[in-house]
C-alpha cells in the first residue's frame, strides 16, 4: 500500500494508540493536517504551541500514556521548547512532532526554519530529523519506546515537508532495535540483600519517595513495602499521591516547602530509602548538612542519577515496582518483622506532627479594599483557607493541577492526596503558565474525573487563552485562581531577603478583570472576596459540567508560605510559621 509521508506518520501514530493530539497547524506541517481529517485520532486546536506542550503533559501525568503535541518549523517549534524542557526535568512521556522546511532549503535561513533537533537536544532525550519517508514507521516505533521506557521523557521527531509530500510503501515494524539503549530490566539480588540488611536494622529508616513512583506505576507495591516494614513515607513535590496521605504512616512532603516532620524526620534518620528521587536541591537543601546520620539505599532507573548528589551505601540500579517488588520478597523471607524496634522513632514523628502543623492565622477582619477599590474593608481570604474548602467539596479522586509558585506550595501542603496521578505540576522547571493547558490536557485524559486547577494570578495570564481551546473543545476544566495581586513567591522573596524592597512584582488584582476574561472565552466567571463567599461558589462551579468554570478568589497578599528553608541553608534551620503582620499591610494602596 503506497501512501505518502503524511499519510504514513498518521497511521503509524495510530499504530501507536495515540488518541488525541494537541496541535497548531502552520506551512511547514500542512502536509500532515489533511490526512488528520481522515484519522480517527482527535485533533484538539490550541491557541499558542507551548499550551499544546502543556496540554499533552498534562495528559501524559494523568493518564500515564504518552501525550502527543504537533507544531509547525521555526516559532512553531521553539514555542514548544518550555514544555519539552519541563517534561525532561519532570520524566513525562511525550511524543512532539515538528514541521520542517523541505530537506532542500535546510540551512539556507530559509522562511520559517530553525535548527530544531539542535535546539531540543539537550531537553528531549532523543530526537529525530526524518529525511527519507520511508523511515516513519520506523521512527515513529522508536520515539514511543524511547519516551515510555527506562526513565520516560520528552522525543522530538523534526519533519520536512518534502518527505511529508514524498511516498513509501507503508508497513509496520515488528520491533525496535537499539543498541545503544538498554534500560535495566531486573535489580542486582546482591544489592537488594544488602538493601534489605539495612533496612531491617535500621531503627530510624524514612522512605524517600519520588516521582518514579508514580511513573513505574508501583504505588500498591510501596504500601505493601510499609505494611511490611512499618517505615514512614515522606513523598516529594512529584510524587504526591503515590502514597496516600491518610494512611498513618504517611509524613507528607519534605523539601524548601515541606511540613516540619517530614523534613526533620529526614535529617534525623539513620536510614533513607530512596525510591525514584533524585536528591532534588529542593529537598535536600544545604547538601553537606543534608540527612548527616542516615545510610542511603538509592533506587532508581537512571544510572546517571546513583550518587550524582548524595553517594549511596547500596545503589540499586532498576524500575522502582521491580525493586521494590524484589525487596518485598527479600525482607519476607527474613520471618516476622518485629515492627518494636520503630516504636520510639514513630512515637517522635508523632509527637512532631502534634507540635508543628501546617498552620496559618485564621479568618480576620483584615486589610484595606484592593488597589484603586477605595477604602471599604473586607474580611481577608486566606489562599490555604480555599484549599482546605476546596479538598473538602470535591470527590476523592479529583484530579488537582497547579501552577508554580505560592499557590503551588499551599496546594501541595493542604490538599489531601489519596491515589496515584491525581496530582498535576511542574516540579524540576518550574513553568508559570502551566496549570491552564495542562489542566485541559488531564481532563481530555481522564474524562470521567472532575479536574480542578489552582493557579496563581501570575501564573493564569501567561496562558489562559487555552481557555478558548476548552471551550471550544468542550473540555470542562475548573480553575480557582489565587489572585493576591503579586507575583506572590518573589515577593515573599523580597520581604525575608531583600529588606521588603518590592521591586516589579505588584499586578494589581482587577487588571485584567478575571471574570470578564473568563465571559470572553465562553467559560462561567465567578468572584469571591469574602471566606462565607467560598462554599457556595465551589459548589456552584462543580454543577457546571458543559464549559469552563473560572473562579477569581481575592485572597490575601500579605500571606506567605511556611513552613520554608531559605535557599542555601540546612534543613535544620527550617523556619516554621511566622504569624501575618500587617507592617506593610498598605502595600496595596
Known sequence: MELTGAQALVKSLEMEGVEVIFGLPGGAILPVYDPILDSPIRHILVRHEQGAGHMAEGYAQATGRP????????????????????????????????????????????????????????????????????????????????????????????????????????????????????????????????????????????????????????????????????????????????????????LGMPGMHGNFTAVTSM???????????????????????????????????????IGKVRRPEVGILADCRLAIEALVEEIRAFGPIDHSRLAPWIATLRRWQAEFPCTYDRHEPASTGSAGSGASRRPTLKPQFVIETLRALTPPDTILVSGVGQHQMWASQYWSFEYPNTWVNSGGLGTMGFAVPAAIGAKVGRPDRMVWAVDGDGCFQMTAQELATATAERIPVKIAILNNAYLGMVRQWQHMFYEERYSEVYLSPDLPDYVGWAESMGCIGLRVESPEEVTPAIEKANEIDDRPVVIDFRTDSMEQVFPMVPAGASNDDIVVYQSQGTSDAEALQ
Open 67 to 250: 501525550g502527543v503535541a504537533m507544531v509547525t518549523s521555526g516559532p512553531g517549534a521553539t514555542n514548544v521548547v518550555t514544555p519539552l524542557a519541563d517534561a525532561y526535568m519532570d520524566s513525562i512521556p511525550l511524543v512532539c512532532v515538528s514541521g520542517q522546511v523541505a530537506t532542500s532549503a535546510i540551512g539556507t535561513d530559509a522562511f520559517q526554519e530553525s535548527d530544531t533537533t539542535g535546539i531540543t537536544l539537550g531537553v528531549t532525550k532523543h530526537n529525530w530529523l526524518v529525511t527519507d519517508a520511508a523511515d516513519i514507521p520506523q521512527v515513529v516505533r522508536e520515539a514511543f519506546h524511547i519516551a515510555t521506557t527506562g526513565r520516560p521523557g520528552p522525543v522530538l521527531i523534526d519533519f520536512p515537508k518534502d518527505v511529508a509530500n514524498s511516498t513509501m510503501e507503508w508497513y509496520w515494524p515488528d520491533g525496535v532495535d537499539l543498541p545503544g539503549y538498554q534500560p535495566p530490566s531486573h535489580a542486582d539480588p546482591a544489592a537488594i540483600r544488602a538493601a534489605a540488611a539495612l533496612v531491617l536494622a535500621a531503627e530510624r529508616p524514612v522512605i524517600y519517595a519520588g516521582g518514579g513512583i508514580l511513573k513505574s506505576r508501583a504505588s500498591e507495591v510501596l504500601r505493601e513495602l510499609v505494611d511490611l516494614t512499618g517505615i514512614p513515607v515522606v513523598t516529594t513535590l512529584m510524587a504526591r499521591g503515590a502514597f496516600p496521605d491518610s494512611h498513618p504512616l504517611s
Open 267 to 305: 535529617q534525623k534518620a539513620d536510614l533513607l530509602l530512596a525510591l525514584g528521587s533524585r536528591f532534588d536541591d529542593r529537598v535536600t537543601g544545604k547538601v553537606s548538612a543534608f540527612a548527616p546520620g542516615a545510610k542511603v539505599v538509592h533506587v532508581d532507573i537512571d544510572k546517571a542519577e
